[in-house]
């Protein structure tokens, strides 16, 4: 299984990115997926989640700013982020919620200058 997550770099605070995690070895149909993140020294963090059906829960850290979506057909799953703020600088990765220890995947750093 592999959970590949990309798209970071460095973003001004109410600028956009959009984040694309790539999965492979699971039946991605039908798994809820989703985001988290991990900033240094704490530990990871739930910013939003999608069900196979399409239904999308998100951390009220988020509102509003961040949208969580899926495409089934390229077995990936988006984490469109706007106007984020310099607390959102993190590694952001990819898993199923709930997660399994074996597909955390490097991750994508994200990095919001103020």
């Known amino acids: 299984v592999q959970l590949q997550a990309s798209g970071g770099g460095l973003v001004r605070a109410g600028g956009s990115l959009r984040l694309s995690c790539v999965a492979s070895?699971?039946?991605?149909?039908?798994?809820?997926l989703a985001w988290y993140r991990q900033a240094p020294g704490k530990q990871h963090e739930l910013v939003a989640s999608?069900?196979?059906?399409?239904?999308?829960n998100y951390a009220d850290f988020v509102e509003g700013r961040f949208t969580i979506s899926r495409e089934n057909a390229k077995n990936t799953v988006y984490l469109q982020m706007n106007s984020p703020k310099s607390e959102d600088t993190a590694v952001y990765y990819c898993?199923?919620?709930?997660?399994?220890?074996?597909?955390w995947g490097q991750g994508t750093q994200v990095t919001v200058s103020s």
């Open positions: 898993n199923t919620a709930p997660t399994r220890s074996n597909y």
């Open positions: 070895g699971i039946i991605f149909t039908i798994r809820t």
């Open positions: 999608i069900t196979g059906g399409g239904f999308t």
